[in-house]
């Protein structure tokens, strides 16, 4: 290779430092993850000052004081919980995605803990992942907030429900545009060998 394409190429490695941030955000995920859980088995045990710091980063709100936890509360907590977990998920999909599509080849092939998705991953495979992730995400806020909708103003229900309907669409969009490519693409190999 030439000089200049090798250093263009080379550039990709500009990118390592942002996934290192990533991971180091995943750490940060799990924390809070280990916060909130002690805090839960805590509340469960009795522990007023775990509770209210429960209720506190819920945003849960209710007209007479909290001494024990209820059902509300634990349903609200459990969706944070899985919320953090997705959260995580959407973070390992692009760090190991995008490490492997745009720097540099991690060679797992027979590696017994690959993830099935990154056998075929490529930029297109990766943005479907992503957006079905982000619909999952949001999926999950919507049900805390209707969980929780007293304590929140209709217009933020309506604007959240219209952002997740906006989410879908685009989602379905982004896979109904990779159908379309793929099918191209089918099409462009079998007029090739029938030539």
């Known amino acids: 290779m030439r000089p200049l394409p090798r250093m263009i190429f080379a550039s990709r490695w500009l990118q390592l430092p942002l996934y290192i941030?990533?991971?180091a955000a995943q750490?940060?995920?799990v924390f809070h993850f280990l916060?909130?859980?002690v805090h839960l088995i805590e509340a469960v045990f009795g522990s007023q000052t775990a509770l209210q710091a429960l209720v506190t980063s819920i945003g849960y709100k209710s007209d007479v004081p909290?001494?024990?936890l209820n059902e509300t509360v634990i349903m609200l907590v459990v969706l944070a919980l899985i919320d953090v977990v997705m959260i995580s998920n959407l973070l390992i999909m692009v760090i190991?995605?995008?490490y492997e599509t745009f720097v540099s080849r991690m060679d797992?092939?027979?590696h017994p803990d690959q993830p099935e998705w990154l056998s075929h991953v490529n930029a297109s495979v990766l943005k479907v992942k992503l957006a079905m992730a982000i619909i999952g995400i949001s999926s999950i806020h919507l049900l805390k907030t209707f969980i929780n909708a007293a304590n929140y103003d209709e217009k933020v229900l309506v604007w959240q429900t219209i952002i997740h309907?906006?989410?879908l669409l685009s989602a379905m969009a982004i896979a109904f545009t990779d159908k379309l490519l793929n099918q191209t693409r089918v099409i462009g190999h079998e007029a090739d060998a029938h030539h």
């Open 21 to 23: 941030g990533l991971i």
């Open 27 to 29: 750490a940060v995920y």
């Open 35 to 37: 916060v909130e859980l």
């Open 66 to 68: 909290l001494t024990s």
């Open 96 to 98: 190991v995605g995008g």
């Open 108 to 110: 797992l092939e027979g």
């Open 165 to 167: 309907i906006a989410f």
